[in-house]
């Protein structure tokens, strides 16, 4: 008798985000499908099986913001809930122009302009708060 996987007990799923700076701004992505609840988040997309975390955060940049980029490292990972964790790396920009995909909008935001409390997700929020702390020393989080 062979066991069998049990999709319910996997564990969480596994995300990974990029984040990085292009023309002064920290870019930023929204679904527009529920106007009435389109919150930013980062450039993220789920791990698929065999992929390297940091090989599905470019992919996500790429396909959410049409830019290339080339992770650093990891910034930190953040459980969100008890079904996802996050691994956010920080990345450079390898070229591409910011551009939104059908029915997303992406847009880079001054680290003094971040809309805080427009942000989809708790980790997300906590990724930002970590990547401008480390990267812009100066600019001031809200609490």
């Known amino acids: 008798m ?3 996987p049990n999709p319910q007990s996997s564990g969480p799923r596994l995300v990974a985000a990029t984040l990085f700076v ?5 870019p930023l992505v929204r679904h527009l499908a529920d106007p009435g609840d389109a919150r930013w988040g980062l450039p993220s997309a789920a791990v698929r ?24 490292g990891i910034l930190e990972a ?8 996050l ?12 551009q939104s995909e059908a029915g997303e909008e992406a847009r880079a935001f001054p680290p003094e302009e971040l809309p805080w409390g427009e942000l989809a997700f708790e980790s997300t ?17 809200p609490r």
């Open 125 to 141: 929020r906590l990724a930002l708060r970590d990547y401008v702390r480390r990267y812009f020393p100066r600019v001031r989080i």
């Open 78 to 85: 953040y459980v969100q809930g008890e079904s996802e964790v």
């Open 2 to 4: 062979s066991a069998r």
């Open 49 to 72: 099986g065999g992929e390297p975390p940091a090989t599905a955060g470019v992919r996500a940049a790429l396909e959410s913001t049409g830019l290339r980029v080339a992770p650093l």
């Open 22 to 26: 292009h023309e002064g701004g920290i």
């Open 87 to 98: 691994v956010a790396y920080a990345a450079d920009v390898l070229g591409g122009e910011l």
